[in-house]
């Protein structure tokens, strides 16, 4: 799985010991923890994010609504020389994040306990090449999380299921007022019997207007599009 991605073998430590922390989780905001189940679901899909060139060149990622660690945490054990910051608001959950850091060596990923909006405006603002997203929400809501993180340049990029017409439209009607644009949606299989998931890339092409970010919570309650 590593070398499909270029990690090099002796970080395969790293890895292994991720899966056994998170195993031994039971407070994990996860319902997926046995080390074969989160091999693929978690640290496999994880890693699909590499394929997407610019992940692989980032040396800033913030990982928005991080849950328990994915993709943060592989991605900062696969890419050392990167900073990953995993943006959690739950406070246990971010606890669970350092727990899981530590034990992983992960010295470069740092849970930060606060939400996207508030980072945004703050010291997250346009601080990263690349933000990351995983199960959390419709692109319309990621992408006016991602616009005051991201630097002139930086992308979005968002793990995503079966593509959804409706969806992908009115992200792109958010992204065009907020400063993206649409790069790429990829179909990736991250691991055998993995189908219907698709990264979405979404390039940051123009300052983001003075606006945003709203305060928190109404990119959810009220969608730009």
């Known amino acids: 799985m590593l070398a499909r991605y270029g990690v090099p073998g002796e970080r395969e430590a790293g890895f292994d010991a991720l899966l056994s922390a998170l195993e031994r989780s039971d407070d994990a905001p996860s319902t997926v923890r046995e080390r074969a189940a989160a091999l693929g679901r978690h640290v496999a899909d994880s890693l699909s994010g590499l394929e997407i060139e610019q992940l692989r060149a980032a040396r800033t990622i913030a990982d928005v609504g991080a849950g328990a660690g994915f993709p943060g945490l592989p991605l900062a054990l696969a890419l050392p020389a990167a900073r990953v910051d995993l943006l959690e608001s739950r406070a246990r959950s971010a606890t669970v994040i350092e727990r899981l850091a530590q034990a992983a060596g992960a010295v470069n990923a740092h849970a930060v306990t606060t939400r996207a909006e508030q980072w945004g405006a703050a010291a997250g603002a346009a601080a990263y090449d690349v933000v990351t997203a995983r199960a959390l929400a419709v692109l319309a809501v990621l992408a006016e999380y991602a616009s005051p993180l991201l630097r002139q340049g930086g992308v979005l990029i968002a793990w995503k299921g079966a593509r959804d017409a409706d969806e992908e439209a009115a992200g792109a ?53």
């Open 173 to 225: 009607a958010a992204a065009a007022r907020l400063g993206l644009e649409l790069h790429s949606v990829r179909a990736v299989m991250p691991f055998p019997g993995a189908h219907r998931r698709h990264l979405h890339v979404f390039e940051k092409v123009a300052p983001t207007p003075a606006a945003f970010p709203r305060r928190a919570g109404m990119a959810r309650k009220r969608p730009l599009a």
